[in-house]
């Protein structure tokens, strides 16, 4: 395999209250984008991951998802703001 990810380094960036209650809204938001699209590619709900049937077990809502299932959305909600943060860009409400 010839491909090594290289995210932009985020370690420095800390996000103060504000912005991690940001990342929940955009956590929650990742899965609900997710979903719409999944619903609109014919999948629907299942118990167990079924690609051939179109199952998938993660169409529900945020409040239902495990959260082992919510940290993969909040992994990728903190690591888009934090790389908006270390591109020098300023996040305001």
């Given at each position: ?10 370690s ?8 991690a ?5 955009v ?7 997710w979903?719409m ?13 079924n ?8 169409l529900?809502?945020?409040?239902e ?9 909040r992994?990728v ?16 409400k």
């Amino acid at each position: 395999m010839s491909y090594y990810p290289a995210p932009i380094d985020t370690s420095a960036i800390a996000l103060d209250e504000p912005l991690a209650d940001l990342m929940e809204v955009v956590a929650r938001n990742t899965h609900e984008v997710w979903a719409m699209q999944r619903l609109s590619d014919g999948w629907s709900y299942g118990p167990h991951r079924n690609d051939e049937r179109k199952e998938h077990p993660g169409l529900v809502a945020y409040e239902e998802l495990s959260e082992s299932e919510k940290d993969y959305d909040r992994v990728v909600a903190q690591q888009v703001i934090k790389t908006i943060l270390a591109l020098g860009f300023c996040i305001k409400k």
